[in-house]
């Protein structure tokens, strides 16, 4: 059974950092691109930030470039997302998605396979 949890979530003030983690399980971690995707109340689903199986290629949506950072460690089945400089629009609840064998990660959460269950992350002004 494929597990995705994730953790690290929690109460930051604007211009603070979090760093959120993504454990996987119950699938060869190695062989999926990874996406971290957010929703806040009242919205859709939206992307963040996308690396490929064997992290070479990196993707994030416009609003969180220079700030956000996402990593992998296939030999630690480690999947992470370093937040800086946060906002109040960050405010969301971010999930980690697995997108199997691709090369080059989408942005379409249509495209992953398996979700975890979101980590609620809030951004005090």
């Known amino acids: 059974q494929v597990q995705l949890v994730e953790s690290g979530g929690g109460l930051v003030q604007a211009g603070g950092s979090l760093t959120l983690s993504c454990a996987a399980s119950g699938l060869t971690f190695r062989r999926y691109a990874m996406g971290w995707f957010r929703q806040a109340p009242g919205k859709e689903r939206e992307f963040v930030a996308a690396i490929s199986w064997n992290g070479g290629r990196t993707y994030y949506t416009d609003s969180v470039k220079g700030r956000f950072t996402i990593g992998r460690d296939n030999a630690k089945i480690a999947l992470w997302l370093q937040m800086n400089s946060l906002k109040p629009e960050d405010t969301a609840v971010y999930y980690c998605?697995?997108?199997?064998?691709?090369?080059?990660?989408?942005?379409?959460?249509?495209?992953?396979?398996?979700w975890g269950q979101g980590t609620q992350v809030t951004v005090s002004s």
């Open positions: 998605a697995g997108d199997f064998g691709k090369d080059y990660p989408s942005q379409e959460p249509t495209e992953y396979e398996y």
